[in-house]
């Protein structure tokens, strides 16, 4: 576990891995490096169409943390009424723009846009956000690029707890290309070394899998999903899943009933949702640093 790290637990003793510490220590990192280097400008630029109000929460506290990091910090907002050409428009000027190092566009586009042309637009080395085919398939070949900022902040959690991973069994539970997919790669990849199982709605025995796991990490959409049913004692448990019920923001895992037996685990909310928010911003720097526009 890091030098200096607080460690809090839940009532059922589990370490409490603290998304909303981490992410101020990191962001605090940020600033200090940059401002260590004579503070260039580092600029992350947010492109918002539409008036989804979660959106706006989103890239209104991406860009709050993006000034505490000492970031210059550009938002682009389009009223959901833009068509395909203006947000391709704005979106093809910040790729164009040197003194832009990394682009958002936050996501889902209004009904009737191409998500895909759109992000198609952003240069890898600007790609903060980890979502282009190009960024994905730079993952795959192990190449230098830009991971997506989800699964990365569930690996920084791992890493700061000091959770190990080498010869361990994961579980990932979800295989959309925004996390669960990445987070597999993550998890295997050399000087990780995990050996991870990929699970989905369609597999029939996932409390036996589960049962089997170091590490799980549930990433499904699906309220509650994971319980103690499915941990064995000590298991590290990532809870990644957002679900909108009628008690609330509810994430993929059963808190209460877990984190009795877990020996580690997420809150949802505080969890790897701030997490996602300070990955965002350590790409951005790394972005800057591709670019030449910050010191190696």
Known sequence: MKSGLQVERT???AILMDGNRLRDEIVAELRATIEGAGSPPVCLATVLVGDDKPSHIYVRNKHKKATEAGMVSRGVELPASASQAEV???????AADPSVHGILCQLPLPDGLDAEVVLSLIPPEKDVDGLTERSMGRLV?????????????AMRLLERYGIPTAGRRAVVIGRSTLVGLPMVLLLGRK?????????HSRTSDLIEVCRDADI??????????????????????IDV???????GIVGDVDFDA?????????????????????????????????????PA
Request: charged share 10%; hydrophobic share 45%; with cysteine.
């Open 141 to 153: 070949r192990g190449q230098p690029g830009h991971v997506g900022c989800t699964p990365m902040g």
């Open 88 to 94: 391709e428009d704005v979106v093809g000027a910040l």
């Open 258 to 294: 877990v984190q009795a037996v877990a020996g580690a685990i997420t809150p949802m909310p505080g969890g790897t949702g701030p997490m996602t928010i300070a990955c965002l911003l350590e790409n951005t720097l790394e972005a800057a640093r591709m670019q030449g526009a910050f």
């Open 11 to 13: 009532p059922g003793g």
């Open 216 to 237: 799980i990490v549930a990433a499904a959409g699906s309220a509650r999903m994971v319980t103690a049913a499915h941990v064995k004692r000590g298991a590290t448990v």
């Open 191 to 199: 000087g990780v070394d995990a050996t991870v199982t990929l699970a």
């Open 241 to 247: 899943g957002i679900s909108r019920t009628e008690a």
